[in-house]
């Protein structure tokens, strides 16, 4: 199994991985880990881990763009569940909230190809 936690800043990605994870004993990776590389080069490092064979979770702002790379690159689904949370639960701050519309943006631009790939996606709040 290969889940992806993408959403906006805030918004409850880690928590809902450490659950999952802990639930389905899945390694889970936070794409915060790469953010020192910078946008491009972070997304195209979590495009590359997803590559590998699960289990495993991924969760981080990163993943809308590493999906769209990664669906740049390669046939079929980029994982098998993917959740979207798209609701901040704490204020953000002005660059949290740029973030999140870049994030809404990149999700909204590749959702019609996931859909198209058959992969489960899961909206939450």
Not at 93 to 112: F, K, N
């Amino acid at each position: 199994m290969r889940i992806l936690i993408a959403g906006v800043p805030r918004a409850g990605k880690t928590t809902l991985a450490a659950r999952l994870g802990h639930q389905h004993r899945f390694p889970v990776i936070h794409t915060d880990d790469h953010r020192h590389l910078g946008w491009s080069e972070s997304s195209a490092a979590v495009a590359a881990l997803m590559r590998q064979p699960g289990p495993w979770i991924i969760e981080g702002v990163a993943v809308p763009r590493a999906i769209r790379k990664w669906m740049a690159a390669n046939e079929g689904k980029p994982a098998d569940v993917i959740y979207w949370l798209g609701r901040e639960r704490l204020a953000l701050t002005r660059g949290q909230t740029s973030m999140a519309r870049g994030c809404g943006t990149v999700w909204a631009e590749i959702l019609p190809a996931l859909t198209a790939r058959g992969v489960e996606k899961i909206s939450l709040r």
